[in-house]
């Protein structure tokens, strides 16, 4: 296999400048690969999905047959970032991430931005993601944001935008390590000589994280991972994380609270745990505090929880931030907390509570996407290009019906990077997921999750919508 | 460790280990119609009456031969106790203790996972039913050899452990109470060369053959039953199999043995005890078949027991 019949036909190709012409960082490995024996890219290519299939990285499909596991379709031809646009997105990234969390830690203290006229107080308080019950706590260290999973986009002219912050328990980390994994086994000899930077030691970075966010006076914390159990799709990384840093997967049943502490049930009797990395949403975490019917969660966790004798990652509330009209206002979020100019810009967005706005999505859906706020994972979404017209007026109706639960984005011409179609290359449309640490300072892991469109045309990159991922590498 | 995940490996291993031994149950039979092909009609009722599930089968099925037999106690999602129910189950508990179990043994467990269920599998089954049954005995002593092999000893190894030898001691009786239901063609066969070649099968699916003539030599019924039962050495011997399992529940506990802090380990060391001074006579005088009945309402009491002590811990 090789490039010669490759198109990048108009679009920013990460791998190529032109047709027949790769980028100088991807020349090594595209020079790699036409130099293989015809044949060898697909055995290989088969080998690995054959090893992550034999290693069960599988997703559960909701809406499938219950309980359906497929592989996370992988692709070969990894995604290139050179150094220099690294050390941009990775500054954006970190300037983001503390804008943020200073901006959840204002939210339920003194709400300084709403005071100043930023942000609409109305905003605050409509977004799915805001816990009032959480207003006046402050978790260790003031973090409120542990772990974050950016999505990045990249246009047709190279910019590259912010399209969404996923601050609640972002997934997808898992497959960024067995990817990398499976490539060194599979493809041991591409990596020699090119500097890809490590991803190995995330599962430490992680574990140190939670360990620097453990309640005050606690020097050895006992840290466990929450999980929703095995029905849940993202279970494997659940697992796979806890095995990587050591510490139990613990499902709300395993846990109780006792003596004012939270405590887990082993075969010797209670234990107390210290730091719970909670991979259950907000609503699901004690019935006492939040849904009374919840059976994920731990009843009176919440109240050890706000006596500070456990700490939660993330912090309930964190979800305030990532309503998508929320979104909207991070660019000023960072001029007003930080005093500095955004470095990663946010892909311009209309907010359907604003009649203008309101008004100009409805005359112009044919061209733009809109996104339920409070909706991830794909759901709730209309791409106004490739919609039929049944669909753009059904969803006239519902934004018309609720304006402040929708919002609408130019529709992006996103990159693309060279991917095995058979016995040949097409480009596919990607996205870019880093994954950033907040403990006692910052970390972004150099690489993240690349998630690609497998059909063609699609800008749907969602594993739950026919999307596939590829390595990230960054170059050091 | 937590409850749960003492509870999940235990079982993992016990479904691994009950699915061994279904195959290992075929392998009699597989073996007998290769050793006397002459020898009249091949028996597969027997099968499925030793696994408890008879009643299930007549229900469903049009009547015990080969064909049906395999494919209920193989493929048969339906019955709680096939092949593919049990690897099923044992990766459902696997897949739940992942952070626990290392990643070989995992994917070793997987691997049998997908191969039962491969679309091939029932194709590949009929047409070669010794490689398919071998395969999967096989990959169940590559489990547990990677289990050794990766995991420390300690407590949820112990438990799989004890798992896999609770699971054993039942199944070994099973296999042994096969040859009670094994008809032969007339009453004058007992003690004749085809009383042999099915007490042969018998030892041979439970890989004893070999190690059985090392210590008694020839073919014996008294000594193949005192073999199987009574041995102390020989890995799927019932009273090995409790003495292991007992090994492992002691350790977790930290009570000496011959003393007991709980029921498991009451009901565990009794029984142990009894088998210590029972003589292989005093199993034929009670009868082959209702002591195996017994001994297994013992061994399942001694499962609940199990089951009380370390999992179920009131909320």
Same mark, same amino acid.
Not at chain 1, 120 to 141: E, K, M, N, W
Not at chain 1, 195 to 200: C, D, N, R
Not at chain 1, 214 to 240: C, D, K, M, Q, W
Not at chain 2, 223 to 238: G, H
């Given at each position: ?476 | ?18 699915? /061994?031994?279904? +195959?290992? #149950? *075929?392998? $009699?039979?597989?073996?007998? &119609?290769?050793?006397?092909? @002459?020898?009249?009609? /091949?028996?597969? +009722?027997? #099968? *499925?009456? $030793?696994?408890?599930?008879? &009643?299930?089968?007549?229900? @469903? ?15 048969? &999602? ?238």
């Amino acid at each position: 296999m090789d490039f010669d019949g490759y198109r990048c036909d108009g679009f920013y190709d990460e791998m190529f400048l032109t047709d027949g012409e790769p980028r100088p960082e991807a020349r090594a490995l595209v020079d790699r690969i036409r130099g293989m024996a015809p044949g060898e890219l697909i055995r290989r290519h088969e080998d690995a999905e054959r090893a992550l299939l034999r290693a069960g990285i599988t997703f559960t499909v909701y809406g499938d047959d219950a309980g359906t596991e497929r592989i996370f379709p992988f692709d070969i031809i990894p995604r290139i970032v050179p150094a220099p646009e690294w050390d941009r997105i990775e500054r954006g990234l970190r300037q983001r991430i503390t804008a943020l969390n200073l901006f959840i830690d204002d939210v339920y203290h003194e709400q300084r931005i709403v005071r100043d006229g930023v942000i609409p107080a109305d905003v605050i308080y409509s977004s799915q993601g805001f816990r009032p019950q959480c207003v006046g706590l402050s978790p260790p260290r003031n973090v409120w944001c542990h772990v974050t999973g950016t999505d990045l986009v990249r246009d047709g002219d190279g910019t590259v935008y912010v399209l969404e912050d996923n601050l609640r328990c972002p997934s997808g980390v898992s497959y960024v390590l067995e990817n990398r994994a499976v490539m060194m086994q599979t493809f041991p000899r591409v990596f020699e000589g090119l500097q890809v930077q490590s991803v190995a030691d995330y599962p430490s970075r992680l574990l140190r994280t939670l360990e620097d966010v453990a309640p005050e006076g606690i020097t050895r914390p006992s840290v466990a991972v929450l999980t929703p159990g095995p029905g849940n799709s993202a279970y494997f990384e659940h697992s796979f994380l806890a095995r990587q840093m050591g510490v139990e997967l613990v499902e709300g049943q395993d846990l109780v609270v006792s003596g004012g502490r939270l405590q887990m049930r082993t075969t010797k009797g209670l234990e107390q745990v210290d730091v719970v990395y909670r991979r259950i949403d907000d609503d699901f975490l004690d019935p006492e505090w939040f849904r009374p019917e919840s059976l994920l969660g731990v009843r009176g966790l919440m109240d050890v929880y706000s006596r500070g004798h456990v700490t939660l990652v993330n912090a309930p509330g964190t979800g305030v931030a990532d309503d998508k009209v929320v979104y909207a206002y991070v660019p000023e979020m960072i001029r007003f907390y930080l005093s500095e100019e955004p470095i990663l810009p946010n892909v311009p967005t209309y907010l359907c509570w604003r009649p203008d706005d309101l008004r100009y999505v409805l005359d112009h859906l044919d061209q733009l996407v809109v996104k339920a706020a409070n909706e991830s994972g794909g759901y709730g979404m209309l791409v106004g290009p490739h919609a039929t017209v049944a669909e753009r007026q059904d969803f006239a109706v519902r934004i018309a019906a609720k304006p402040r639960n929708y919002i609408a984005q130019p529709t992006l011409a996103l990159s693309r990077v060279p991917t095995r179609i058979g016995d040949h290359f097409e480009g596919r449309h990607v996205d870019l997921r880093p994954y950033i640490l907040y403990g006692r300072d910052i970390y972004v892991l150099p690489g993240g999750l690349t998630r690609v469109a497998l059909r063609q045309g699609s800008l749907v990159v969602n594993s739950s919508q026919g999307g596939g991922s590829k390595d990230t590498w960054v170059l050091g | 460790m937590l409850s749960r995940v003492a509870n999940s490996v235990y079982w993992m291993s016990r479904y691994i280990e009950r699915a /061994e031994n279904v +195959a290992r #149950m *075929v392998g $009699v039979n597989l073996q007998l &119609a290769i050793d006397m092909p @002459r020898h009249g009609e /091949e028996q597969w +009722a027997p #099968m *499925v009456k $030793v696994t408890g599930n008879d &009643a299930d089968f007549e229900a @469903r099925y049009p009547g015990p031969d080969r064909d049906p037999v395999l494919w209920f106690l193989t493929f048969d &999602a339906q019955n709680p106790d096939s092949i593919l129910a049990c690897v099923t189950r044992a990766r459902e508990n696997a897949r739940t203790v992942r952070e626990i179990i290392s990643s070989e043994m995992w994917e070793e467990i997987n691997r049998l996972y997908l191969y039962v269920h491969a679309p091939e599998a029932p194709a590949e089954a009929a047409a070669s039913p010794f490689t398919f049954y071998q395969e999967v005995k096989r990959r169940s002593h590559l489990i547990e050899g990677t289990k050794n092999e990766t995991m420390p000893h300690s407590d949820a190894w112990h438990f799989s452990r004890m798992g896999r030898f609770l699971e054993r001691a039942d199944q070994s009786t099973r296999i042994l109470d096969v040859k009670y239901f094994l008809l032969l063609p007339s009453v004058d066969e007992v003690g004749r060369p085809l009383d042999d070649l099915q007490w042969s099968a018998v030892l041979r699916s439970i890989s004893a053959l070999e190690a059985y003539r090392k210590v008694y030599g020839q073919i014996l019924a008294r000594n193949i039953i005192e073999y199987l039962l009574f041995d102390r050495d020989f890995p799927r011997a019932v009273h090995r199999c409790l003495t292991a399992t007992q090994e492992s529940l002691h350790t977790l506990t930290g009570t000496p043995m011959r003393r007991f802090r709980n029921e498991s380990e009451r009901a565990l060391g009794r029984l142990v005890a009894d088998l210590d001074y029972t003589r292989v006579d005093d199993v034929l005088n009670e009868g082959l078949h209702e002591f195996l009945d017994r001994l297994q309402q013992r061994i399942n009491e001694v499962g609940d027991d199990v089951q009380k002590t370390f999992f179920s811990i009131p909320p």
